[in-house]
């Protein structure tokens, strides 16, 4: 079955500016993706690693790509298609609580 990794995007205002209601549900779907085998977790402090031409590793704190809204979290789920995920996707947390969430369709080797 195809993987899409999701990135989700919010931050604690608009996430508690959300009914809860709506935040438990959408802490119901992901527990329930967790179960069907998703991989979920949140996100860190990002660290950018660089090696060029293989001469000399370096790293630098920090996320190379910019966003208007922090990130709060990834998961690596299955769904039939980019329809499916989508789907999925649009119950997460940072969906419903005034986030977003990307949907990256995956091609393993």
Avoid at 55 to 72: I, K, M, N, Q, T
Avoid at 75 to 103: F, K, M, N, T, Y
């Amino acid at each position: 079955m195809p993987k899409f990794l999701t990135i989700g995007y919010g931050d604690e205002a608009g996430y508690e500016g959300t009914a809860q209601s709506v935040r438990d549900a959408a802490h119901r779907h992901d527990a329930a993706l967790l179960e069907a085998g998703a991989i979920i977790g949140r996100a860190d402090a990002p660290l950018q690693v660089r090696n060029h031409d293989g001469a000399e590793v370096e790293v630098r704190e920090g996320a190379f790509l910019s966003s208007e809204l922090p990130l709060a979290g990834f998961a690596i789920i299955e769904a039939h298609s980019l329809d499916e995920a989508v789907r999925l996707a649009s119950q997460a947390p940072c969906a419903v609580a005034q986030g977003v969430v990307e949907v990256w369709p995956l091609e393993l080797g």
